[in-house]
């Protein structure tokens, strides 16, 4: 849900400046107009032109770290360490061959898969904030929070500050968390 959000909410980041209006109907028949940033056109072009769920295949496990933290764009410290090494002539054995060390990890294929069945599940519950809700809540919050995850443990998945805190000092550790807190405020507010 976490980066299904993350990832429809830049979809529709990208086409929010538009102040195109949409005119449907031809010929004699009368003329309607939309704004194509409240139309069904802009969110089906975020969800489908290219499926969403295929921005899923770019995230990579990060086995260096946490709970949802875990995956994210970009190469892992650890393959790019793999890859560094392999690149100095050291040979580096995986079980898998050098081929596939990029490709999506079974991890991230389930994930892709996943998220196939999310969007259908909840595709109402999308529209509903797309019309609705847009401008007044945060997606995440709305879709993962509200629906998704609302009767299960959403500090696992949804919350950072669990995981900084347990891998740096307590000072610094509530340092991090009031940026983070004062930066999530940012994000809500902002919606």
Sequence with gaps: CKFFATELKSRLDESARSKEIIETGHGLDRKKKFKYLTSELRLTEALHEPHICEKILEYNVHAEREGSL???????????????????????????P?????????????????????????????????YNYQVDKNLLKYLCSDHYLKDKDQSMCLSVCLFVCRSVCLS????????????????????
């Excluded at 999310?118 to 529209?127: D, G, K, S, V």
């Design 98 to 130: 050098y081929e596939l060390w990029d490709k999506p990890s079974a991890e991230v294929s389930k994930m892709h898969r996943a998220c196939f069945t999310f969007a259908e599940e909840y595709e109402e519950r999308i529209e509903e904030w797309y």
């Design 172 to 191: 610094a550790c509530l340092s991090v968390c009031l940026l983070m807190y004062l930066m999530i405020l940012f994000n809500f507010l902002q919606f």
């Design 70 to 96: 875990r995956y994210a764009k970009g190469m892992s410290e650890t393959m790019q360490t793999l890859h560094g090494l392999v690149n100095k002539g050291v040979k580096v054995e995986l079980g898998i």
